[in-house]
């Protein structure tokens, strides 16, 4: 479609009567309107965590003693495969490229909804019976190599549960690749006239950059799965070496779409954070730009490293040497965003609300991801804590500390909007403080436990680990628990939570300039950017605005009077929690 049929669509109404969220009932059918189809993600991506929770917490209870006295050791390789699957597949890519994306995309480019409504239906979907087929996996004994599924150890175990964790990983990855599709023209095609790519809001340009991302990497897994699938179901050797396969080759097709998937958990929580930093400290974004384009150059570098996880792989002198500076070099784009968002906060009105304190939260562990990520893309290191519970720590600290961090900061941030109730400040706190404790308390020992030779991926182990698994486990005892106040929070703001107004953070990107929730077809007229989306102690500048569609003036024309939304007369004061939630109108 060309820039002007996609445009005339856009401004057209997304839906047929009956087609948007008015009932919910509405949440459990076909639905294309965007904003459905971001909470289908959302609860389902929920559900989700908490059955991977569940095997977490069964994992730690185990690990608590050196003995297998919990599950015996054929189950607990199951649960932790199972785990790992769940929590990635199902729990961080779908909630970030499926739900925040989805929800917020069209909002903020002011958009109708998406370009392709019913392909957005049908990706959600697909995700819902990729995750249901594989939880179904439990009745005839799940899959136990690994959520990396290497053979030959997937071609001779359960095979009856890894055909199934075959399956549902191909119907989970079409569903990446459909959204990923549909998310990308929307952001290039259907921009609110005006709105340059370099006046989007950064969440935005991160999504753009994850899309990139899922269409490049995720055919190369699909391709990976189906010639397994031919090994395990049909004989074939192409992983075996017995008939001319090669294992190692599966490993480069799996790596290559699975460490940039690391970048498709991430990258939307870095936008997510991008988003809620300038607004919670009441000041512009430092360096928009290098924010912007460092998304695009972590998408970029993140399709040339996948190799590192391969030195222990009998991989040659020369392609260790270009895949650990490869490695090393990715932390500088994401090094410019940590330093981008410390120059923010510096002198700013810091509120330290749930949002803030999350994001903050969120810097502080991914720094210490990213320090052990630049560790262990030395050749020497990774090859001696290779398979040790360094990299368990390593992971968790980049992708729970970051993604499940930056989620929630993104999830206390929009909650006004999605909901139109605010949320409780203090379970909130608790939340952060009890999340933020029982996640360090976890995997910080797991560090020392790595260096000191305790291997992953094994329910027996030396008694003289003991003492550091306990701490492990008492850590994960907390985070479970951090699980209440946060149930607890959501449920009872969204029957008694106060009115949130339509913009109680003062926001100035466009999805604030809606109603909370937004109609169904998103705006009442087209919008006009009247601000840039970070222009917080500019002056008596205006905030963004959009122009009824009955009103017949040029976009640019519009932007020009004083806007009947009220200015803000001081952006850079720090607003009381109190004041930042306005009491229904009159």
């Not at 965007?34 to 989700?48: D, P, S």
């Not at 981008?340 to 700013?348: I, K, P, Q």
């Amino acid at each position: 479609m060309t820039q002007a049929e996609l445009q005339e669509q856009a401004n057209k109404p997304a839906h047929a009567p009956g087609h948007g969220a008015r009932r919910w009932q509405d949440y459990f059918t076909f639905n294309t309107d965007h904003k459905v189809i971001g909470i289908q993600y959302l609860v389902a991506a929920f559900f989700f965590f908490f059955v991977g929770g569940i095997l977490a917490t069964i994992i730690r209870v185990e690990l608590a003693t050196p003995a297998s006295d919990f599950v015996s050791p054929e189950n607990y390789n199951r649960i932790f495969t199972m785990h790992g699957t769940i929590m990635i597949f199902l729990w961080v890519v779908p909630a970030g490229t499926g739900g925040f994306a989805n929800y917020l995309v069209p909002l903020m480019i002011g958009a109708k909804d998406m370009a392709f409504p019913k392909l957005n239906a049908v990706a959600f979907w697909m995700n819902a019976v990729g995750g249901i087929l594989l939880l179904t996996s439990f009745f005839v004994g799940p899959a136990e190599a690994g959520w990396t599924s290497y053979p030959p150890l997937s071609t001779i175990a359960s095979k009856a549960g890894e055909a199934i964790w075959i399956l549902s990983i191909l119907i989970a990855g079409t569903s990446s690749i459909l959204g990923g599709l549909n998310i990308g023209v929307t952001i290039l095609k259907m921009r609110v006239p005006g709105m340059s790519l370099n006046q989007m809001p950064l969440f935005c340009w991160s999504i753009l950059a994850t899309t990139a991302l899922q269409l490049l990497a995720t055919p190369v897994l699909a391709a990976a799965l189906i010639l397994l699938s031919f090994d395990l179901l049909a004989g074939t050797t192409f992983f075996n070496p017995t008939g001319g396969g090669d294992p190692v080759v599966y490993q480069h097709m799996f790596w290559f779409y699975s460490h940039p998937a690391v970048y498709i958990m991430i990258l939307p929580f870095f936008g997510a954070i991008s988003e809620v930093i300038p607004v919670h400290a009441r000041k512009p974004i430092f360096g928009y730009r290098a924010i912007a384009y460092s998304s695009i150059a972590i998408s970029f570098l993140g399709l040339l490293v996948w190799a590192h996880h391969m030195f222990t792989s009998g991989t040659p002198g020369w392609m260790r040497m270009f895949f650990m500076i490869a490695s090393m070099i990715i932390a500088v784009p994401t090094g410019i965003k940590i330093f981008s968002w410390l120059a923010t906060l510096w002198g700013g009105k810091i509120a330290l609300e749930s949002p803030m304190l999350f994001a903050m939260g969120f810097i502080s562990v991914f720094v210490i991801g990213g320090i052990t990520g630049v560790m262990v893309a030395s050749v020497p290191f990774d090859i001696h804590v290779h398979d040790t519970y360094f990299i368990v720590a390593h992971l968790h600290y980049v992708l729970f500390g970051g993604s499940v961090l930056g989620l929630y900061a993104g999830f206390y941030h929009w909650f006004p909007k999605v909901t139109g109730r605010m949320y409780n400040e203090t379970l909130g706190r608790i939340h952060f403080i009890l999340t933020f404790v029982g996640f360090n308390l976890t995997f910080m020992p797991m560090h020392e436990l790595g260096l000191l030779g305790m291997n992953r991926r094994i329910a027996i182990y030396d008694p003289k680990f003991q003492a550091l698994n306990e701490l492990a486990t008492i850590g994960a005892i907390i985070m479970d628990t951090s699980i209440i106040p946060f149930i607890i929070n959501v449920f009872w703001s969204l029957a008694r939570g106060e009115k949130a107004g339509d913009n109680p953070w003062r926001a100035l990107t466009l999805e604030w300039m809606t109603s909370s929730p937004p109609a169904i077809e998103n705006f009442d007229g087209v919008p006009v950017l009247a601000t840039g989306p970070y222009d917080y102690g500019m002056g008596d500048r205006e905030y963004q605005t959009y122009v009824p569609l009955s009103d017949e003036r040029e976009p640019a024309l519009a932007a020009g009077p004083k806007s009947a939304l009220r200015a803000d007369p001081d952006p850079t004061v720090a607003v009381n929690p109190e004041d930042r939630q306005p009491k229904d109108k009159e």
